[in-house]
């Protein structure tokens, strides 16, 4: 498998200043990222964030307010990590929320599917090699409820479904023969972050939480983050353009491209009319 290098690269991570996103930008500089920019929403966080980083890994690290959910907010997010970095290598579409409540579902969509597809837009508009760019990584975190049926979050599985199919379909061929931009996802399972708290307050219909949060508590292993920090790592390091990956149960992460691509193999015999 080719090798892709962290070291010297800058990398913007969205969600970055706790959770996942934190670990991920403390990885990447553990293993040579020149700089890492951590937008977020909790601002407090993300500046102790970003300065616990420094402390560690020298001044490597700065953290940008950003709602991912508004659109003026990611504008100018973008703006000022190129402003300060000139150039972005690699971005990591993390930042997402788990609610379909009915107070926060289109906030929720909001977040886990346009902002994702606003920073990947504007990634590639600035990292394309056919436009002047040096190319990079794009890597756009979806759920394993992109590719299972769950009856409490039908939105959150949408939206997750939304960004495994936007990035397969965009990095589709000649995408990185032409730009130089490898486009990757990441299913991730139940991971002990503070996306699977509350969680009787997060289903579409309030009637369901409390039935909702038994079934995620009691029928899922919550990964560890370190583990699920481990498999992006080594799906960045080692994962091909277009590849869709699995982080499950504190196991090793799993390339499952293949699976997905027979499963739409099957419909399209379907729509043809061969089966």
């Not at 049926?149 to 990035?167: D, E, N, R, T, W």
């Amino acid at each position: 498998m080719a090798q892709w290098d962290i070291k010297d690269k800058t990398f913007l991570i969205t969600g970055g200043a706790s959770g996942l996103g934190a670990g991920y930008a403390q990885a990447f500089l553990e293993h040579g990222a020149k700089n890492v920019a951590i937008l977020d929403i909790a601002e407090e966080l993300g500046k102790a964030t970003a300065e616990r980083l420094n402390k560690a890994h020298g001044d490597k690290a700065v953290f940008i307010k950003c709602d991912v959910s508004k659109e003026e907010d990611i504008t100018s997010a973008f703006d000022s990590v190129l402003a300060q970095f000139k150039q972005i290598d690699v971005i990591i579409n993390n930042a997402g929320i788990m609610i379909d409540s009915p107070s926060m579902w289109r906030t929720a969509s909001d977040i886990n599917w346009q902002g994702v597809v606003s920073f990947t837009l504007k990634g590639v508009k600035h990292m394309r090699k056919d436009e002047g760019g040096v190319g990079g990584t794009i890597i756009n975190i979806a759920s394993i409820m992109a590719i299972s049926k769950f009856p409490y979050l039908p939105i959150y599985c949408g939206s997750k479904m939304a960004v495994v199919q936007f990035s397969q379909c965009l990095a589709m061929d000649p995408f990185y023969e032409d730009t130089g931009i490898r486009v990757m996802s990441m299913c991730l399972g139940a991971t002990d972050t503070p996306l699977v708290q509350n969680l009787e307050t997060k289903a579409w219909d309030q009637k369901h939480g409390n039935k909702m949060a038994d079934v995620i508590q009691n029928g899922y292993i919550y990964q560890k983050r370190e583990s699920a920090v481990a498999a992006l790592l080594d799906m960045f390091k080692t994962g091909a353009p277009a590849t869709i990956w699995m982080s499950v149960d504190n196991n090793p992460v799993k390339n499952i491209t293949a699976s997905i691509d027979r499963a739409f193999k099957d419909f399209e015999n379907v729509i043809a009319g061969i089966d």
